[in-house]
């Protein structure tokens, strides 16, 4: 046996081990794939060995081949027994081996469960370590679920090196297994208060990991993290706290004027430079909440952001700008006055700071100095080597000029001479940018239309310079935009011959399908101009001329090979035919060929469509043909600005799929728009779709060096605009002296508006061209957006939050009708949907002046209050989305209802409390007046009462601890009382408040209704089979079953739906059939048994308390019928 | 020069830290992704002059914009973190000054072949640094105690068994070439104002 054991170990000693072949690696540089097969056939002998410690030493050389990129999955066996050794030495081995191999779909990893509790529980702390620091990197679901209460048991460790380990690695748990975090939060919180500083700092940044998925929950920490961040000094710890009450302001007004005052003490004394950007942060996010602006502690910032750019250091460079891009959203103004400094870092060598700089641009510009910050910017554009940095700078540049309707743009030849140099990029791949602003400007814009032909004539008779290296660069994409304009706009052309001559050149012909179409259409066009100009002459060879050549070149297009150009060629040629034969007999012709393409195309706006009443019996919903299979449209997730602009819906929606079929249709439909040259895009990246040729990176193109600039003959160039531009100004600026003088007075009793910003103000530069503005009505729901539900695997991770019902409000005189965002909501008809429309919040920036008057019309009408009620029962994971906005006489209403137990903060609530629960509301201004003294009331019912404070009548309501001023929401509890939970319950109840307008204020009120589900009193609550088991054998429970007809949906998603909206929690699954568990917060179990078999889903449902489970199952088949 | 495994532990290990795995795609394997990974990292990085800032914006490999590669440069060597918003750049760029710091100690003037040839060790240290991609310690006198508890544990394991394996390669490694020895800790042109420690 000892020889055996010696005779092991010399042989080991000639086994490779890491170094060796690390050395070996690299010593067979050539042929190194070889040389590393042979090593893992040595290892695959090795690994056959009984000796555990020549096993080690092969799996820590697989580690090595793994990092390399080698596939080592096949070892994940022997991984797991180099893990189990005893020997410190090797376990390590094992573990790191296993953190680097092993992910979710390992499937020995179940077979680590006994041997990780085991090593968890060992006395030697460092086998402890190993295997938490190895547990961190693979913990699956399953993992998490059998371990964390061994690793629970860890956080009270009397060795801070584990303790701060389990701290840090709950955080893993909780993600895999999000039933975990109730039952350990306690303990958590107990672990930021730990003696230990390595600790705390754990339990900090797990709070602050979690925190940042869901604020909400943590806001009742605040006070515990403020005591902490006043009395720690440990920097780390500082940074963390401090990113956590950014992530919490937002959410909290009072929290951010509390802080400002430690933020800025910190700021100022502190040395670190990491920590005063945190805090500089954190000062920001919270102005952004707050109605009041610091303006001393926004000065402070702005400063202390100053000289970080200033600093040599790149990297404090590059972190205050982006910090200053975070004030730019709210503050625009204290970023403007650094304009010279940001201009500056467009100079620097770095171009991730390049970048940023130009991020500022973009809410930098003012009518004031876009053309100078764009005439630097063109400067850049020439410098710039690179294509990706200078496509950048291009699109940029069209950002910011194309900006909220070209608010900037005074002088819109300026913006045309800019886009027309811009075309002058060599393999630029924005060539549809272009083109699409032009067509945009050169249609919204009627007064530049002169000058916008004349532009184009010239790009197009110089054709052959932008299409130098054809097809490869997408900048002929904007000899589309050219074509068309020139024909649409053919009347104002000097010399249209010419141009008809340069449309037809021979070399047309190699351009792309779609512009040679265009060009084909647009010839036609012209041609009717030109025939319509040389009639009035006497001599009518002219005309005829023009018709030859019509006739000599568009047989080159009818061969086209593409269909479109072919197509439109061969009409028009015969057409033209026609034409000829007719002139021939001296008969005019011109009336009626220009009657073709009569009528003057007017801007329509992307929802214009909406406008138009649909025809009565037209069911726009209805299938005309059978839906195509479920699996298609799920995998197609509507994209996020489809789901803003939820349609406006009188009905309620049928099915989950209609909702996704219609956004589906709406984006093919703009599609469709994108490519329509008649449309106007609501945004230039909608036609960023279309272009994207594949591989057009990869295809070397040929710099050609022009020491000279390359200028296309006669086209003028952009700076003589920013001079004339200033002449215009100037005179404009006499002129407005002479007649201020008198107005003076006039504007000083009237609207506040005041501009302190140097000689000049923005409203005082008058736009030289006026632009036919479309304005967009924004549909409410892209409002509420900010609200919306995060995506279910965050979900699954809250805690607190879940809202399980809605209440409308009551309404007695409904003049307005509900619009409902998503599921719920009561029918309504479409006449009603016409009048919400009027009382959607328009987009108060850019408004024509017509628009101003009317909206003074409306103040009244736009006056919104919005008010949300929450219920929350802290261990559930989920929240529901049944939501609606009603819109009573003249106010909005937006009910959410959230149950909430006694002690939110405390997530061990006693359920023996479970008598009381705490609704916590939301008040919304959505008006801009002035909301004070709101008296919130509800009328009791025998079994749910309102707690009011000592001597006040039953009937008393309770007042709104708050004002509200415009746009402000906040948010306040009330405790109600509830006797006996197995009955649903209904409160109804008032809200008055005093509208306070600026010269007059009036007394509202607001009906609504409180819905208590019993859902909402159940607890979603873990349980273990063999405690659901004997829990069923008790004999205890009263059963009841109820059978769903017609569910067509996955098991998994029926099983998902029950718990996600009914709070269960699944205990077991066989195919098709579970057991589900959950529990009231008067203690009530519920039990059910799910089955399903083809449509038919039946649930057996126990329970003690019979009433109950009659009102949860009614719920549940609810739910189910709505679907 | 570049130490794949380094480069990718850390780039890897935090870009996973939530548990999500935006960068993985279906059909690449771990590894390939791995590499890929690190390939074009080294690429982005290696690009960058000196004198320009240790902070580059996500692409979608790393897991989208919400991840920044920060990365510092000694001599031959980058090492490169990937961090999500929840971490303070400057604190990250501190506390790869720490870990390397903590590789000089622990290694004895660390050089560049130290750290190739003893990945696992170099691993082990890290470990101690970042969990899981969390930020573990900060605080190099813990780390570094923590550390040497372990490799004497290591040692009188090995006792007499361990020793002949232990001379053999003490043999081996006197052919180890000449190298020059210290990446130069002191010597970095960036200047980030230390955190306190603990």
Redesign the interface.
């Given at each position: 046996m000892a020889l055996k054991?010696v005779k092991g170990?010399?042989d080991?000693?000639?086994d490779k081990?890491?170094?060796?072949l690390?050395?070996g690696i690299?010593n067979h540089k050539e042929d190194e794939a070889k040389y590393i097969s042979t090593c893992i056939d040595e290892i695959k002998q090795e690994l056959k060995q009984d000796n555990i410690?020549v096993k080690a030493n092969a799996v820590?050389k697989l580690?090595?081949l793994?990092?390399?990129?080698?596939?080592v999955s096949w070892a994940a066996f022997n991984i797991v027994e180099v893990m189990s050794s005893s020997?410190?030495?090797y376990k390590?081995?094992g573990y790191?081996a296993a953190?680097q191999c092993f992910?979710e779909n390992t499937d020995v990893i179940m077979l680590t469960t006994n041997q990780i509790r085991k090593d968890l529980s060992s006395p030697n702390q460092?086998d402890t370590g190993v295997a938490?620091?190895g547990l961190?990197?693979f913990?699956t679901p399953d993992l998490a679920r059998d371990l964390a209460n061994d690793i629970m048991t860890l956080m009270s460790h009397t060795k801070p090196?584990i303790r701060?380990?389990a701290v840090?690695?709950m955080?893993?748990v909780f993600?895999?297994y999000p039933e975990s975090l109730r039952p350990a939060f306690p303990r958590l919180k107990e672990k930021l208060e730990d003696p230990d500083?390595?600790v705390q700092?754990?339990a900090v940044?797990?709070i602050?990991?979690l925190a940042?998925r869901n604020p909400k929950n943590y806001l009742s920490l605040a006070p515990l993290f403020f005591k902490l961040m006043t009395s720690s000094?440990?920097?780390?710890v500082l940074?963390k706290i401090i990113?956590l009450f950014g992530a919490l302001t937002p959410l909290e007004p009072r929290l951010g004027k509390k802080l400002i005052e430690p933020l800025t003490n910190l700021i100022h004394s502190t040395?670190?430079?990491?920590?005063l950007?945190?805090c500089v942060n954190t000062v920001i996010a919270g102005q952004y909440s707050c109605s009041v602006g610091h303006i001393k502690s926004h000065l402070l910032c702005v400063q202390k952001l100053r000289i970080l750019i200033e600093d040599s250091?790149?990297?404090l460079?590059?972190?205050g700008l982006l910090a200053m891009s975070k004030i730019l959203k709210t503050h625009p103004k204290s970023v403007q006055s650094h304009k010279d400094l940001i201009l500056q870092c467009l100079d620097d060598?770095?171009?991730?700071?390049r970048?940023r700089a130009l991020d500022l641009l973009y809410g930098m510009v003012s009518k004031k100095n876009l053309m100078e910050i764009v005439k630097k910017l063109m400067i850049h554009v020439d410098k710039a080597e690179g294509t990706t940095y200078r496509d950048e700078l291009l699109t940029k540049i069209i950002d910011i000029c194309s900006q909220s309707n070209y608010q900037y743009i005074t002088n819109f030849e300026w913006y045309i001479s800019i886009l027309v140099e811009l075309t002058r990029l060599e393999g630029t791949r924005h060539g549809h940018l272009i083109a699409s602003q032009m067509l945009d400007v050169a249609i919204r814009v009627k007064a530049i239309r002169v000058f916008a032909v004349a532009q184009m004539a010239t790009l197009l008779d110089n054709a052959h310079l932008l299409t130098g290296n054809m097809q490869r660069n997408g900048i002929c994409e904007v000899l589309y935009a050219a074509a068309w304009i020139c024909g649409e706009f053919s009347e104002h052309l000097e010399n249209p011959v010419q141009t008809l001559e340069a449309m037809l050149r021979p070399k047309v012909a190699t351009l792309p399908g779609h512009i040679q179409a265009v060009y084909v259409q647009n010839a036609a066009k012209l041609f009717a101009t030109i025939l319509k100009n040389q009639e009035g002459n006497t001599d009518s060879t002219a005309a005829q001329e023009t018709s030859q050549m019509m006739i000599d070149r568009l047989p080159l297009f009818v061969q086209s090979a593409n269909l479109e150009v072919q197509e439109r060629a061969s009409c028009i040629l015969q057409l033209v035919k026609y034409i000829q034969k007719l002139q021939q007999k001296d008969v005019e012709v011109a009336e009626e060929v220009s009657a073709l393409f009569a009528g003057e195309l007017n801007p329509v706006a992307p929802k214009a469509q909406k406008k138009v009443p649909v025809p009565e019996g037209l069911d726009l919903d209805a299938w005309i043909n059978e839906p195509p299979s479920e699996s298609e449209s799920e995998d197609e997730q509507p994209k996020a600005i489809f789901t803003k602009e939820e349609p406006k819906h009188s009905r309620p929606r049928h099915t989950e799929v209609d909702e996704k079929e219609l956004a589906r249709r709406r984006e093919a439909r703009k599609q469709e728009q994108a490519n329509n040259p008649f449309y106007i895009k609501a945004s230039p990246s909608s036609q960023k779709v279309y272009q994207e040729a594949p591989g057009v990176e990869h295809i070397p193109v040929v710099q050609i060096d022009l020491s000279v600039p390359l200028k296309v003959p006669g086209l003028p160039m952009s700076d003589q605009y920013v001079k004339l531009e200033e002449e215009r100004r100037q005179k404009e600026r006499a002129e407005k002296k002479k007649k201020e003088k008198k107005k003076r007075k006039e504007k000083r009793s009237g609207r506040g508006k005041k501009h302190d910003s140097g000689p000049e103000s923005e409203e005082d530069i008058t736009p030289a061209h006026v632009v036919d503005i479309v304005t967009e009505e924004m549909p409410e729901v892209a409002q509420e957006d900010q609200n919306r539900l995060p995506s279910p695997y965050l979900c699954r991770v809250k805690v607190c939050i879940c809202m399980f019902c809605l209440c409308r409000p009551l309404a007695d005189s409904e003049k307005l009708p509900v619009r409902s965002h998503r599921a719920a909501g009561a029918p309504k008809s479409s006449a009603e949907d016409g009048e919400a429309e009027n009382a959607t919040p328009q987009e108060p920036k850019k408004k024509s002046s017509k628009e101003k008057r009317d909206k003074k019309k409306d103040k009244e009408r736009d006056r919104k209050v919005r008010l949300r009620c929450w219920k929350h029962f802290p261990p559930s994971g989920h929240k529901s989305d049944s939501r609606s906005t009603q819109s009573e006489g003249r106010t909005v209403v937006t009910f959410l209802v959230f149950p909430l137990p006694r002690k939110v903060c405390d997530i061990q609530g006693n359920l023996q409390d479970g008598s009381q629960v705490v609704v916590s509301v939301i008040f919304e201004n959505k008006s801009d007046s002035f909301l004070k003294s709101m008296e919130f009331n509800v009328l009791d019912s025998l079994n749910s009462k309102l707690q009011r404070p000592e001597g006040s009548g039953p009937h008393d309501g309770l007042t709104v601890p708050f004002q509200l001023p415009p746009g402000v929401s906040n948010e306040a509890r009330f405790v109600f009382t509830v006797q006996s939970i197995v009955m649903p319950q209904k409160l109804k109840g008032t809200l008055t408040f005093i509208v306070k307008n600026e010269d007059s204020s009036t007394h509202e009120k607001l009906d609504f209704k409180l819905h208590f589900t019993c859902t909402s009193y159940l607890i979603t609550t873990p349980c273990y089979s063999d405690a659901f088991a004997k829990l069923l054998e008790s004999g205890d429970l009263k059963s009841s079953s109820v059978r769903l007809e017609g569910v067509n949906m996955p098991f998994h998603h029926l099983l998902a739906r029950i718990c996600f909206h009914h709070h269960f929690s699944v205990v077991e699954r066989i195919d098709s059939c579970a057991s589900m568990y959950s529990r009231s917060i008067q203690g009530h179990h519920v039990c059910l048994l799910v089955k399903t078999s083809g449509q038919t889903v039946s649930i057996d449902a126990k329970c003690d308390e019979p009433t109950l489970l009659g009102n949860v199952l009614d719920e549940i088949k609810q739910t189910f019928s709505q679907c | 020069m570049v130490l794949?495994?380094e480069l990718?532990?850390h780039s890897y290990?935090n870009s996973f830290k939530?548990?999500g795995c935006a960068s993985v795609t279906a059909d690449l394997?771990?590894?390939?992704m791995?590499?890929q990974i690190i390939r074009e990292t080294f690429h982005l990085v290696s690009k960058r002059?000196d004198?320009?800032?240790?902070?580059?914006?996500g692409g979608s490999l790393i897991g989208g914009s919400d991840y920044k590669l920060i990365y510092r440069h000694y001599a031959t060597l980058y090492f490169v973190f990937c961090v999500d918003s929840?971490e303070?750049?400057?604190?990250i760029?501190?506390l790869i000054q720490v870990f390397v710091e903590t590789l000089d100690k622990c290694f004895e003037n660390v050089c560049e072949l130290d750290l190739?040839?003893?990945?696992?060790k170099v691993?082990?240290i890290l470990?101690e640094v970042v969990?899981?991609?969390?930020?573990?310690?900060?605080?190099m006198n813990?780390i570094v105690a923590?550390v040497e508890?372990?490799n004497r544990?290591?040692k009188s394991?090995?006792g007499l068994?361990?020793a002949?394996?232990r001379a053999?390669?003490a043999v081996?490694?006197m052919n180890l070439p000449e190298i020059p020895r210290n990446i130069n800790i002191g010597d970095i042109n960036?200047?980030?104002?230390?955190?306190?420690p603990?």
């Open positions: 054991i170990s010399i080991r000693m000639f081990n890491l170094q060796d690390v050395r690299r410690a820590c580690t090595y793994q990092m390399l990129g080698y596939d020997k410190f030495t390590r081995i790191l953190s992910h460092y938490l620091t961190s990197c913990v090196y701060k380990k840090l690695i955080y893993k993600l895999k500083p390595g700092s754990a940044n797990v602050c990991e940042r000094t440990n920097n780390w940074i990113k040395s670190a430079m990491s920590l950007y945190e250091d790149q990297n460079k590059y972190l060598k770095d171009e991730s700071i970048l | 794949p495994g990718f532990y290990q939530n548990g394997s771990a590894e390939d791995q590499q002059d004198n320009v800032c240790n902070f580059l914006e929840s303070s750049e400057l604190g760029l501190d190739i040839f003893h990945m696992d691993h082990y470990q969990m899981g991609g969390m930020v573990l310690e900060t605080n813990e923590q508890v372990q544990m290591e394991e090995g068994s361990a002949p394996a053999v390669s081996k490694n960036i200047k980030v104002p230390s955190l306190s603990f």
